[in-house]
């Protein structure tokens, strides 16, 4: 089993719709929560972090973290053609130098 | 905002030659950097961290003489991959971090793209 799962997708929705993103997870001791974001043949982008439970907004972007079920989220608002990319999920133990474990992304299609 | 740049962006090589890429932080002193592989729609795999001016770490399962990697200064390391085959065709992408930095502070940079023919 791997220790971070997220469906590869890919997601097509139309422009304005909300997106949900999720991954879950099973190391209980995961405690940074990151979202990144990857368009074609680029390097990845921070979008959000969390650090233990809870919800974190920036604009039209939400992520929620739920350690009791080992899942989090990443919710789009008025998503954008320009959304379109892979986000990917990652997480990490508590400590600078605790490397980060990757979801497979999902692909995500925003068509206007 | 901190930037990373890698060098070259895209490189084809003949199977059996070595190819070196440079991953480098322009705005900030990187005393570590981390080196990473992703293959076609699949997650980033991390090969090796590597501290400024010690060996670098690998992972399970990553081969040490093929991949080569030297973190000789605060702004630069390097990957070479060596006697290379088709099968290392893949997307390199490295990071870089600052000190001993919150984990999320860890900024990538725009990946190399290998081919091996």
């Known amino acids: 089993q791997k220790e971070v799962e997220q469906d590869p997708g890919p997601l097509s929705v139309p422009e304005g719709a909300i997106v949900s993103l999720n991954c879950t997870y099973s190391n209980s001791a995961f405690q940074y929560f990151m979202w990144y974001r990857q368009y074609s043949r680029k390097g990845p982008e921070l979008l959000m972090y969390?650090?233990?439970?809870g919800n974190k907004e920036d604009g039209r972007f939400t992520a929620q973290v739920d350690k009791s079920s080992k899942y989090i989220s990443l919710f789009i608002r008025d998503s954008q053609p320009s959304d379109s990319a892979t986000y990917l999920c990652?997480?990490?133990?508590?400590?600078?130098?605790?490397?980060?474990?990757f979801g497979a992304g999902t692909r995500l299609a925003v068509h206007p | 905002g901190a930037v990373v740049s890698q060098h070259p962006s895209w490189v084809i090589c003949k199977s059996g030659t070595s190819v070196k890429i440079e991953c480098r932080s322009l705005?900030?002193?990187?005393?570590?950097m981390f080196w990473y592989r992703q293959f076609p729609k699949q997650s980033l795999m991390l090969m090796a961290t590597?501290?400024?001016?010690?060996?670098?770490?690998?992972e399970q399962g990553v081969e040490k003489d093929k991949f080569l990697i030297n973190h000789a200064s605060l702004t630069l390391s390097t990957l070479t991959v060596t006697s290379a085959h088709p099968e290392d065709s893949s997307f390199y992408i490295c990071?870089?971090?600052?000190?001993?930095?919150?984990?999320?502070?860890?900024?990538f940079g725009p990946g190399t793209r290998l081919t091996v023919t």
């Open positions: 990071s870089a971090r600052e000190g001993e930095g919150i984990p999320y502070e860890q900024y």
């Open positions: 705005d900030f002193q990187a005393t570590t």
């Open positions: 990652a997480m990490t133990l508590s400590g600078g130098y605790n490397k980060l474990i």
């Open positions: 590597s501290n400024e001016g010690s060996k670098a770490t690998y």
């Open positions: 969390t650090y233990s439970s």
